[in-house]
Every structure is written in structure tokens, then in C-alpha cells.
């Protein structure tokens, strides 16, 4: 029986998602991207983003690190088939480099990227502060939040346990379900593959009760992120991070959804947003 206190044994589906992203290079900008076993369903949204983003990551110096992803979902992914991932090498500067990269299957685009890495630098710096809260002790967490690819505890889990309205916010504690190699570029991916978790039902939660769930089609639209200080020596995606999420807006069968990923200290290490169809029938 898993001990209730190790928090460093990896979960079988952090380990497929870790393989996952060890993209097999084709040629010199292409590469091909696997998908999780046994999956029927349309592909999640953060894998595709994460590995799209991981196939940038094997284009440019390595001391160039992710600041800035803006993505497109356009066609919903098939498990069945592999994805080609293409990167176009838009510009290398000397501080800054652009790549454009486009995931296909079956011959069509299914999700494009431009990404944009960054010498890291110094520079004038503030942030917003966190909610005062604090992570959970994982020992309280249940064995099966920790058997995803990430661990996420959600603050209001008590109050949305009832079909009610409730204010557009939330606040989810994430953490990779084990422990991660010192490589800034797989922290960097798996916090774009959690990003994507949870966003667009915040823009839901005004309306709970209004709309039968079965009748109610969502879908990611589109999808940015910024990372605002370096992995591994700002923050670690094995170690807890608050997702602090609001709606402000949800019309025209669309929901606007946004994000600010916080250290358990207290400091901003990523922001998000994503627009995504809320469409009833």
C-alpha cells in the first residue's frame, strides 16, 4: 500500500506523460508526438499545448528559456493518430528567438503556436499579491488525486459540492504527483499541460444550476501563458503552486478565463488566458 506521506514516488501517468514528451525528431524542425494509452476521447488540450511547446524547446539554445506561448485549438485531436509537430524558426535575436509551430494530423492543423524564449535577464520587478492560503498537507490529500499527472486540491471543493451559482473564482493547489529531474524545460511543459485544467469551468460556475451539464458543449478556443520567473530557480512543478483563477466574462457562447500560478511563498511565476466555447443546447 502507497505511503500516504511519500511525496516523491511518481504516479504511472506522470511517468506516460513525461514519456510523452520525449518527442521522436523526424528531420531538422519536425517531430512526431504520442499520445496516452487506452484514450478514446479528444486529446486534452494541455498535452498538445505542452508537447507543441516542447518541439520549440528543442529549436533554440538552451539558455533561451519559454517567456511567452499564444496558441490556437482548431480541430478537436484524434487519439488514434500520432501528431506531427512543425517548428518554423520565425527569428533568433540576440536576447530574443520566435518560433511558429503548428501540430497536424490526418493532414490538417489541429493546434498552432507562436512561442517566444528569452535570454534570462535582469530587470525592474513587482507582482500581484496571493491569496492568503495555504497548500494542503499531503498526507490529507486522497490517494487518488495523486495518481494523475498532476495532484490538484481545490479550496472550494466543499462549497461547489451543491449545483448552486457560485462567484466566477477558484483557487487550485497543483503539484506534479512525484518528483521531477533538474530540466527546466520539462517543468516549464508540464506546467503548460496543468494551465490548461480548470480555466474554462470557472466560467461556469455563475451558472450552475441553469444548464444541464450533457447539453452544455465546451470546448478550448484559444489559449495564452507567460511565465514571469524561471523554472527551477524560481519554482519547481513538483512542488505545490496555487492556480488562482477568475471568469470575467462569459457571452456569446464564449467564456473568458484567467489564471496567476503563485509558490506556496507567495511568489507569481505564470499567468494564463484562455477564451472557450460555452455553447447549450
Known amino acids: 500500500m502507497p505511503d500516504p506521506t511519500d511525496d516523491t514516488r511518481r504516479s504511472a501517468r506522470l ?45 533554440v539554445a538552451p539558455e533561451r528559456r519559454p517567456h511567452s506561448l499564444h496558441g490556437y485549438f482548431l480541430r478537436p485531436g484524434d487519439p488514434r493518430v500520432p501528431a506531427l509537430i512543425d517548428v518554423e524558426r520565425i527569428r533568433d535575436g540576440q536576447s530574443f528567438s520566435t518560433r511558429r509551430i503548428v501540430v497536424i494530423q490526418n493532414g490538417n492543423a489541429i493546434f498552432n503556436m507562436d512561442a517566444s524564449f528569452q535570454v534570462e535577464e535582469p530587470g525592474l520587478s513587482h507582482q500581484d499579491t496571493m491569496p492568503a492560503l495555504t497548500p494542503p498537507p499531503i498526507a490529507k490529500v486522497p490517494q487518488a488525486l495523486r495518481d494523475d499527472v498532476f495532484t490538484a486540491w481545490r479550496v472550494e471543493h466543499k462549497a461547489l459540492l451543491n449545483e448552486v451559482p457560485h462567484v466566477p473564482r477558484q483557487h487550485v493547489w497543483v ?12 517543468h516549464a511543459c508540464l506546467l503548460v499541460y496543468e494551465s490548461d485544467n480548470a480555466l474554462l469551468s470557472t466560467g461556469r460556475l455563475p451558472h450552475r444550476g441553469a444548464y444541464q451539464r450533457e447539453r452544455l458543449q465546451m470546448a478550448s478556443l484559444d489559449h495564452a501563458m507567460w511565465f514571469h520567473q524561471p523554472a527551477l530557480s524560481a519554482w519547481r512543478a513538483d512542488g505545490w503552486l496555487l492556480y488562482a483563477l477568475d471568469s470575467p466574462s462569459t457571452a456569446s457562447a464564449r467564456s473568458y478565463n484567467r489564471g496567476q500560478f503563485f509558490t506556496a511563498e507567495g511568489r507569481l511565476i505564470a499567468s494564463t488566458m484562455q477564451e472557450g466555447l460555452m455553447r447549450s443546447h
Open 15 to 59: 511517468d506516460e506523460m513525461i514519456g510523452l514528451l520525449a518527442l521522436e525528431q523526424i528531420e531538422h524542425n519536425l517531430f512526431r508526438g504520442r499520445h496516452p494509452a487506452g484514450r478514446t476521447h479528444r486529446l486534452y488540450g494541455g498535452q498538445i499545448m505542452a508537447q507543441a511547446l516542447m518541439a520549440g524547446i528543442r529549436t
Open 175 to 186: 503539484r506534479a504527483s512525484g518528483a521531477l529531474a533538474d530540466d527546466p524545460a520539462l
